[in-house]
């Protein structure tokens, strides 16, 4: 069955970076888009990157652009997000999801705390 397993997540100070991980198996993980969402506690889950099937191109949402970085690794079958100078706001949960018809797939999601 579809598995995605995230792990990178910790606490980190504000300008601090962290290189989140997602592990996936159970499907044809090159044939796909992968991406990061984030949910901060009260609020609603945000798309932060999305990465095409073959790597070549990328989307992130603005409160991100510049500082974070998404890849892939088909070969290993594991994307990645790096985060560069992090800010408190960035805190939240952070998800790797594929979408397969008809439903989207979802990690059980990392901690990511922004604080001194």
């Known amino acids: 069955q579809v598995q995605l397993v995230e792990s990178g997540g910790g606490l980190v100070q504000p300008g601090g970076s962290l290189r989140l991980s997602c592990a996936a198996s159970g499907f044809s993980f090159s044939t796909y888009a992968m991406s990061w969402y984030r949910q901060a506690p009260g609020k609603e889950r945000e798309l932060v990157a999305r990465?095409?099937?073959?790597?070549?191109?990328?989307y992130y949402a603005d409160s991100v652009k510049g500082r974070f970085a998404i890849s892939r690794d088909n070969a290993k079958n594991t994307v990645y997000l790096q985060m560069n100078s992090l800010k408190p706001e960035d805190t939240a949960v952070y998800y790797c999801?594929?979408?397969?018809?008809?439903?989207?797939?979802w990690g059980q999601g990392t901690q990511v705390t922004v604080s001194s």
């Open positions: 990465i095409a099937s073959a790597g070549g191109n990328t």
């Open positions: 999801s594929y979408y397969q018809p008809p439903r989207d797939y």
